[in-house]
């Protein structure tokens, strides 16, 4: 219930407090653009099944794959301050929450390998 609690948290509240840290002027225009970040999870269509309560989404999906994630980061670094920039760090602060999801689930596994939770490792 905690995991579920933070993990949603962080996805729709503290998105929030970068918002206002990125632009106090127009932060709530920043939330909106931080929140329509959250469609990168459009790619668990594509999953089978489309939800799995215990499943890392790290690895699992194409658009949360270690191939996608590192431009997430770099846009978040190298971009000018944009909406692009803005973007770039609402996917790699996604990624970042998926991932605390995904250690959360390490930690109450007692007998698996990080390998099991993360898929692409």
Known sequence: MLQTVVH?????????VIAYWYDRKNWKKGWL???ATMLVDVDHIVADPMF???RCG??????????????????????RRSVL????????FHMITDSI????????????????VFNSF
């Open 33 to 35: 653009i931080l929140l």
């Open 85 to 92: 920039k803005l973007v770039a760090i609402g996917l790699a």
């Open 8 to 16: 949603y948290f962080l996805h729709f509240i503290f998105i929030g």
């Open 52 to 54: 799995m309560a215990d």
């Open 58 to 79: 790290i690895g699992f999906h194409p658009l949360h794959s270690e191939y996608v994630i590192p431009f997430y980061f770099l846009g978040a670094i190298f971009l």
């Open 101 to 116: 999801d995904c250690f959360w689930m390490y930690a109450k596994c007692a007998d698996c390998k990080l390998s099991a």
